[in-house]
């Protein structure tokens, strides 16, 4: 017998009491639209903006300022007629909150009024689920105010057409269902599944934190994942390390002074992060215009040595840092993350040595061998003993780096000569070179990990010490060769970097300070440089490589993938 669907049950929910946060009607609209966006954006605290959300707010310019209030209900008159701008209503009841753009009166009843960039669909409702249904949330949130709500319109910006949507019971209990359905996802504290190539993914603002694509190669394999179709950022660090300078905010831009004399100004949409290196003075108002916007401060040594950074509230992803912490205290997770970092660590050194080798002499052996050091790796039975072939497999890169380097039997002073490896400090320009690299590499993983919602000093192959960022120590390991090591080959090679670039004190080696700007630019550079994606096949920046690493990491770790993504180079 055919009894028809199965209507939903709707989840009892108590009402809203103490800290408890009430849930914005944009979300709503957000989970019919795609139930994962919602949870990222409401429960991870995620948001990434793009050009749909900047041309979104600019059209909501004129009803975000408020205007009027909206009178009670009992001191309406029968014919009154009134317009509210900008007016926010909440319930603990519903466990809702919307800021409704217009609301207009006619006597006891009110209508509210949602504006929409855009053009007026043409489908048989007049307008999409999604929106319609955040329509009706706030025409809910007035009825339970005491107004008399039957209808909303949705006002189209781009074609300038109003569209009435009516509160009929079949979009109440839609409305009801998907509010229900994201308190269910929110109290479960699981992602829902990304969208399976869906339409919607491109032009979505949270595709690059999202990955849809990508977490769903590693669950099903098939087909490489499309482009990452997100916003170019054309922001760069902005670095100063001039003695005694001083960083202060002037209207919309960064402006750079020493002893008083102004030597530069940036816009601040041209800045992903300000990076102080020695005695850089900043003002109070410029710290807090940089913490509105995210942008982190990175501060170091005059030498370059990375001290820490300063950033706003930082992220709110709890549930990433809980499963991080949860990954760094079971050895099987530290030992499976360690082996895959290792192996691509000397496979990529393994690379670069033959795509730089300089000599007539045969490297095949020296290949064959770091390969068997990379297949071990993957072997090793615990932290101990991944330690010891790391090691060996150094030895083995460095013993050769020299091999990379083109030689300059006509240079003064400082040669580029490199035996091997040595640090604190650095006894010879390579050395320096290297120990530079890595402390901007450590610094731009550190940041990055920060920026996705880790903890960068709890790791999972670098023990946690004290001030040590372990994570980001971890995760730059697959990347020394790709991005410092080969940044320093450059450098050398290309010229940029001279000898006469360094001085000696004391028995160390350091840059100078034309000398490290130039270097500077040889690491922006290299990070700046588009790759194709080993495992995805599509064009990426290095930079955004090791965002989409991290957030890889992050799927891992919460159980959304299986394995730790590779990022070994051809």
């Known amino acids: 017998m055919d009894h028809g669907p199965q209507q939903e049950l709707p989840l009892s929910f108590p009402e809203f009491t103490g800290d408890m946060p009430l849930m914005p009607a944009r979300m709503i609209n957000e989970y019919v639209y795609c139930p994962r966006l919602a949870y990222l954006e409401w429960v991870q605290g995620e948001w990434a903006d793009s050009g749909d959300t900047v041309h979104g707010r600019w059209v909501h310019r004129r009803v975000d300022k408020p205007a009027k209030e909206l009178p009670p209900p009992e001191k309406i008159e029968q014919e009154e007629r009134f317009h509210a701008r900008s007016i926010t209503l909440s319930s603990n009841r519903l466990g809702l909150i919307a800021k409704m753009d217009l609301v207009e009166g006619d006597g006891e009843t009110v209508t509210p009024v949602d504006y929409k960039r855009g053009k007026r669909p043409h489908v048989a409702k007049g307008a999409y689920d999604p929106e319609r249904v955040q329509l009706c949330v ?24 109003r569209v009435t949507v009516q509160f009929d019971e079949e979009l109440r209990n839609k409305t009801l269902s998907a509010i229900n359905g994201l308190r269910l996802f929110a109290a479960g504290g699981h992602a829902p599944s990304p969208l399976e190539e869906s339409p919607k993914c491109p032009r979505c603002s949270l595709v690059s934190i999202c990955l849809p694509d990508e977490v769903n190669f590693f669950r099903h394999g098939g087909e490489n994942p499309r482009p990452l179709s997100v916003m170019r950022d054309e922001a760069l660090p902005l670095y100063v390390q001039a003695h005694h300078a001083k960083v202060a905010k002037k209207g919309e831009v960064l402006e750079v002074s020493v002893d008083g004399k102004r030597v530069t100004q940036v816009r601040l949409l041209d800045v992903s992060q300000l990076v102080l290196m020695g005695n850089v003075y900043v003002t109070s108002p410029c710290l807090q215009e940089l913490m509105k916007r995210e942008i982190p401060i990175t501060w170091h040594s005059y030498g370059g040595w990375f001290y820490g950074h300063s950033v706003g509230a930082g992220h709110k992803n709890v549930e990433l840092r809980t499963a991080q912490y949860q990954g760094s205290f079971d050895e099987q997770v530290c030992l499976r993350i360690a082996r895959n970092l290792v192996h691509d660590k000397i496979l990529n050194c393994r690379t670069l040595l033959r795509r730089n080798w300089k000599g007539d002499e045969s490297n095949k052996p020296l290949m064959q061998d770091l390969k068997r050091d990379a297949t071990c790796a993957l072997r090793a039975q615990s932290i101990a003993e991944l330690l010891g072939i790391e090691g060996a497999a150094a030895a083995r890169y ?135 994606h080993p495992v995805f096949g599509y064009k990426i920046s290095y930079r955004r490589v090791l965002e989409v690493q991290s957030r890889l990491l992050g799927r891992f770790l919460t159980g959304e993938i299986n394995q730790f993504p590779n990022f070994i180079t051809r």
């Open 138 to 161: 706030q025409g809910m949130l007035l009825e339970e105010h005491g107004y008399r709500c039957e209808e909303g319109v949705l006002y189209f910006a781009g074609s300038r057409e």
């Open 398 to 532: 460095f013993g050769n780096f020299a091999r990379m380097i083109k030689r300059d039997p006509n240079s003064d002073g400082f040669a580029f000569d490199f035996t091997h490896r040595n640090r604190r400090p650095p006894a010879d320009p390579v050395n320096a070179l290297l120990s530079y690299a890595y402390s901007l590499l450590s610094r731009t993983w550190h940041v990055t990990l920060a920026a996705v919602g880790f903890d960068p000093y709890r790791g999972f192959y670098h023990q946690p010490r004290y001030g040590r960022p372990a994570l980001a120590l971890d995760m730059m390991e697959p990347f020394r060769p790709l991005i410092a090591d080969s940044s320093v080959i450059s450098a050398i090679n290309n010229g940029e970097v001279r000898p006469s670039d360094f001085i000696s004190a004391a028995g160390s080696v350091n840059l100078t300070p034309d000398g490290r700007k130039r270097f500077i630019a040889a690491l922006e550079r290299r990070l700046t440089h588009e790759i194709t």
